[in-house]
């Protein structure tokens, strides 16, 4: 064949692939991708000849065919368009769009999953070599850790692989260390050891950072510099600097790079967090999924500096008083550098003895206050991220973990409370289901006896506070309460800042101060200047429907006399409510028509006599053969919505 007609009858094939493709696709009435569309189209025009030659074969040696020819070539081209048409509707069914990646996607990620491969396969290493191992399979079931030194061991070897795994492992260890509602004593006292801190990166690397963010040199945005860091962690490291204005400040600057490493042990992470729930019965009860989602999102908001700054200049606009914070310069934070006011101060644990006290109560007050009156509290107050400042107080640091609570839940919460301080099961139990949502088949009489075995065991004089918080969490989940994230974050702050009182001041009473500052919260809102001005803004919101609630009476009355009551209820107003019934007629229309279709090409195919239109066929067959290729155009419509609606119930 000579060129020109091989480059003609190649552009032929393709111009007839692409009509075919886009018939295909417009009988289908779904988008598919341009490459699933041609390669159907491709498969089916390879495979169309040999298929179709019985057809064929039918009308040879016809010398006068007639009107034979004309539906057999009717024939043959809706069946060479039903050919890709079933070819695309079974791609759908068994290789949906996104379960396979793109050539693109596929070279685009090569090199990211090699990187990736490699961190995993030196993660692995790490817990092999610290004994984790059988619990990374699942063939362990933790039998041998179920007495104190086997915990305090697997503590131990848990702590030293997170601290050899680097910054994203050593934040997991850290978070985990505040979840006494999850984990044993022993794991929480092992990885509270964790700590964050590592070598400075040299000046050379950080200078950069700070230049672009700031748009100048570090001598030329502040009056003094110090080179020389205060402090190091794996995320950042803080430098001390001095404003024009006088003011002394403290500079946090992201190490370059970290959001890359951050961003591939996350993944790590959440690949391993699977691993265990699909294979050990501990990581499905422990719903390590949710809690690696969880750690993902609060880890990638401390990678942003404008995040913290944002949540630190919220808490101290909220003013939880006794505790003192940094306020932060808003000119000077971007999202890899933090300049904020500086506390001078020394580490928590120097506090001595008679200080302890004091200090608890006035951290547990503010964060009280921040949670129940100002809505916006610290969500992580463990130790690290407090400090004893030079004047007495406490000062809290690090905002990167922020909570917020609308005035309704705020409502409710309070609630809680006071009903926990008057230890009446009824009240506690109406409160905690509107801070929860409310399931449909919970069984009430059994939370309100559990709650009250609760507060029985809890709210009780020397009763203690160690397990207050995992009883009640164990409460929750038993009932299948669902908890909202806002209020999970509160319970992981009330819990972690248990921890930290405790440390703080061994024996402090959690519960008494608590109640005392329910009363006080309590004598507040009955207050005769509050009560009035609650009152007042009730009226306020009720009067105008007041005003029109006699003429409405009225108006029932009236019409309820006379005969002329009536409701009007509009049907499918709500355009959604339209659009699903004209889908599911739409369905039906179509199964009933391809259905009938089928029927009686069925029947005409097995009708003898009738005139031929070849020496095979007869006129009813040819009709026949018709009906059931439009009987299975519709069934295939049908079928391509029945398997793309899970995904797409607007297509």
């Known amino acids: 064949m000579d060129v020109p007609v091989a480059l003609i009858v190649s552009v032929a094939a393709l111009v007839m692939i692409l009509l075919l493709a886009g018939s295909a696709r417009r009988l289908l009435g779904v988008r598919f991708g341009a490459i699933r569309t041609f390669l159907a189209a491709l498969l089916a025009f390879s495979i169309a000849a040999p298929l179709l030659s019985p057809i064929l074969q ?6 006068d065919p007639g009107i034979g020819a004309a539906w057999a070539i009717l024939l043959v081209t809706m069946c060479v368009v039903l050919i890709p048409m079933v070819l695309l509707v079974l791609a759908e069914a068994l290789v949906p769009p996104g379960s396979i990646p793109g050539p693109l996607e596929v070279a685009r990620s090569l090199r990211g999953r090699i990187s990736r491969g490699r961190r995993y396969s030196q993660i692995t290493r790490i817990a092999i070599r610290h004994g984790l191992g059988p619990y990374l399979r699942g063939r362990d079931s933790m039998a041998g850790a179920q007495d104190g030194p086997g915990r305090q061991r697997l503590a131990a070897s848990l702590r030293r692989a997170l601290d050899d795994g680097g910054v994203t492992f050593v934040k997991l260890g850290q978070v985990l260390s505040t979840r006494r509602d999850l984990l044993p004593e022993e794991f929480v006292a092992e990885l509270g050891l964790l700590q964050d801190r590592v070598a400075p990166a040299p000046w050379e690397q950080v200078e950069p950072v700070l ?3 700031l748009g100048g040199a570090a001598e030329s945005v502040f009056a003094a510099f110090d080179r020389t860091p205060l402090a ?5 490291q803080v430098h001390a600097a001095r404003l024009h204005t006088g003011e002394e400040v403290v500079v946090k600057i992201r190490r370059p790079g970290i959001d890359q490493v951050v961003d591939r042990d996350l993944d790590i992470v959440r690949r391993l967090a699977l691993t265990l729930e699909t294979r050990t019965r501990w990581g499905r009860s422990l719903g390590v999924r949710d809690l690696a989602e969880g750690f993902a999102v609060a880890l990638r908001e401390e990678l942003d500096f404008r995040v913290e700054a944002a949540n630190m200049a919220a808490v101290t606009a909220a003013k939880g008083g006794g505790v003192t914070y940094p306020t932060p310069v808003p000119a000077l934070c971007t999202e890899r550098v933090l300049v904020m006011q500086r506390l001078t101060g020394r580490p928590l644990a120097t506090a001595d003895a008679r200080q302890g006290p004091e200090l608890a109560r006035a951290l547990l007050h503010c964060l009280l206050r921040q949670v129940l009156v100002e809505g916006v509290f610290h969500a992580d107050p463990h130790p690290g991220n407090l400090m004893l400042l030079d004047d007495g107080t406490l000062g809290l640091l690090d905002f990167g973990s922020v909570g917020r609570l609308d005035t309704s839940m705020r409502s409710a919460l309070q609630r809680f409370l006071l009903a926990m301080n008057r230890q009446d099961p009824v009240a506690v139990t109406d409160a905690l289901l509107e801070v929860v949502p409310r399931p449909e088949d919970i069984d009430e009489p059994a939370l309100e006896r559990a709650l009250g075995q609760f507060m029985a065991r ?6 203690g506070s160690a397990q207050m918080f995992t009883d009640l969490f164990t409460i929750v989940s038993r009932h ?12 992981r702050a009330l819990a972690t800042l248990e921890g930290t009182l405790l440390r703080l001041a061994p024996g402090f009473d959690l519960i008494g101060e608590a109640r005392a500052f329910a009363g006080r919260h ?24 007041l005003r029109r609630l006699p003429r409405r009476v009225e108006r029932i009355a009236s019409a309820a006399e006379h005969g002329r009551f009536s409701l009007n209820v509009r049907l499918l107003a709500d355009d959604r409510d339209r659009r699903f019934v004209t889908g599911l007629l739409h369905q039906v229309l179509l199964t009933v028509l391809g259905a009938t279709a089928g029927l009686m090409g069925v029947l005409l195919l097995g009708t003898e006599g009738g005139p031929r239109v070849s020496q095979a066929i007869t006129l009813f067959q040819m009709i026949g053969y018709n009906l059931l290729v439009v009987s299975a155009v519709l069934v295939l419509r049908v079928l391509i919505l029945v398997f793309r609606r899970p995904r797409d119930p607007s297509s």
């Open 58 to 63: 039918s009308f040879q040696g016809d010398h």
């Open 211 to 213: 230049t672009a963010e």
């Open 232 to 236: 190091a962690a794996s995320i950042a």
């Open 458 to 463: 809890h709210l009780v004089p020397g009763s």
């Open 480 to 491: 299948g309460l669902s908890v909202p994230p806002e209020v999970a974050a509160v319970f």
């Open 522 to 545: 309590l004598a507040e809102r009955l207050d005769g200047d509050a009560v009035k001005e609650a009152v007042g803004q009730e009226l306020a919101a009720l009067l105008p429907m």
